[in-house]
């Protein structure tokens, strides 16, 4: 039986299909095909010296699991492996995964640059708790590199951001901002989880570290929550340090169903960007939508820029109707098969208005800033045959 050095050895020229459903693998005496499933807590020494050893750092190995499991460590050297990164870490949720980042690096009196359209909670996080911690946070439009140089200060640690946006598609330079945070001496974080490694490498285009809500598309089927944080072992090392004395730790159970979303990775997001597409461009054509934000199109402002750094342009697009909040709602509650939900990452496809819903927190002037209007509707494009996909909104399109 080939030994898991000798899988991970044979992988290091290999392509991304390859490491999605190979790297890290180890397997035990039994000689499992499938990724076997640690679900322990604890492990057990052979004697007192073993014990002794392993607890002072002597002899490499497992102690609990709150520091190390087999699964999940599968699990991060897959997707480390899928990033191009030195190491990873995985945590309980895409949050816990800012949350520890920030608690690594950040202390009293630091500042952060963040781009303005980030995840709600990661605003939530950053602006009522951190704040609560002395950090303070400037949040920027995410394709102004003018102002994220301006907004960088003596006391600045770190800069954040997520590209493509969500939900208007708007796309970072990620190499001209990898400059400007390497000019600064500043940490450069990128929220991969729009893209995933499938799509996107920012640790490739100059990122220090890139973060993921596994929940989304790494799962690919909506069924458990995970983060993780990739980069390189000195900075990876400090964000675990966290995990271990905090306890975000990744569920093993939950590290097991990842690994057989990544499986299907490029398979599925390669198939998310096409579905999106088509979509996209058959919006554009219906005389009810106004505008349509998918960056696949070339008239989006970002289209080139997300050719050159992406490999494919994602499954989240938005689109405005013609009139307001009436008219938005009604596409949404016309719907039959698409499932009205503020996740995405999903095989199914999923609409919400997030005027109302995930933007629903911001005030009137946040929301103008954001382009957050009341006739806007985001769909993350699912895996579902297009036609029913199309079908499913004309219900509403045709009737407003
Ligand atoms: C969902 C999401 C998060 C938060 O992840 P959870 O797993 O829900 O904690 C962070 N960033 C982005 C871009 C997300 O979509």
């Keep these: 039986m080939k030994a898991a050095d000798d899988i991970d050895n044979s ?3 290999a392509g991304l299909d390859t490491l999605a459903i190979r790297a890290g693998q ?3 005496a039994e000689g499992e095909h499938s990724e076997a499933l640690f679900l322990t807590s604890s492990y057990v020494f052979a004697n007192a010296a073993e014990a002794a050893a392993r607890f002072s750092g002597d002899q490499p190995g497992n102690v609990y699991s709150r520091y190390t499991n087999p699964t999940v460590r599968t699990f991060e050297e897959r997707i480390a492996a899928l990033e191009g990164a030195e190491q990873a870490v995985a945590t309980s949720s895409g949050m816990a995964a800012i949350l520890s980042t920030c608690m690594a690096f950040l202390k ?12 709600g909670t990661t605003t939530v996080l950053l602006n009522k708790y951190l ?3 002395g950090v303070e946070t400037t949040f920027v439009p995410v394709t102004d590199l003018a102002l994220w140089k ?3 200060r003596p006391e600045t640690k770190l800069l954040f951001l997520e590209t493509p946006s969500n939900p208007l598609c708007e796309v970072a330079d990620i190499t001209a901002l990898a400059e400007l945070a390497r000019a600064e001496d500043v940490l450069f974080v990128v929220d991969n989880c729009l893209c995933t490694p499938a799509l996107q490498k920012p640790l490739a285009l100059g990122a220090d570290l890139v973060i993921h809500s596994a929940t989304k598309y790494l799962d690919g089927q909506g069924r458990c929550l995970g983060g993780v ?20 730790t990744m569920s093993p159970f939950n590290a097991w169903v990842f690994l057989k979303g990544l499986e299907t990775l490029r398979l599925r997001m390669d198939a998310h960007s ?15 939508v106004e505008q349509v934000f998918y960056a696949g199109l070339p008239d989006h402002p970002g289209h080139q820029l997300a050719a050159r750094q992406q490999r494919g342009f994602g499954g989240v697009l938005s689109f405005r109707v013609r009139g307001g909040r009436e008219q938005a709602w009604k596409v949404i509650d016309s719907t039959r098969i698409l499932s009205l939900t503020a996740n995405l990452g999903d095989a199914k496809t999923t609409i919400v208005h997030p005027a109302t819903t995930t933007h629903g927190r911001l005030n009137d ?4 800033a954001s382009g957050i209007t009341e006739n806007l509707i985001r769909v993350a494009v699912g895996l579902e045959d297009i036609e029913d996909i199309k079908n499913d909104l004309l219900h509403g399109l045709t009737a407003i």
Excluded: T
């Design 150 to 152: 301006q907004s960088i």
């Design 229 to 248: 944080v990739c980069g390189r072992s000195e900075l990876v090392d400090e964000v675990l340090s966290f995990i271990r004395s905090a306890g975000p």
């Design 274 to 288: 096409v579905n999106a597409q088509l979509l996209a461009e058959w919006l554009q054509r219906q005389p009810a």
């Design 108 to 119: 009293s009196g630091d500042h952060l640059v963040c781009s303005r359209d980030v995840f």
């Design 26 to 28: 180890r397997r035990s």
């Design 131 to 133: 704040s609560k911690m």
């Design 11 to 13: 992988l290091a020229e």
């Design 365 to 368: 002037q946040q929301k103008k």
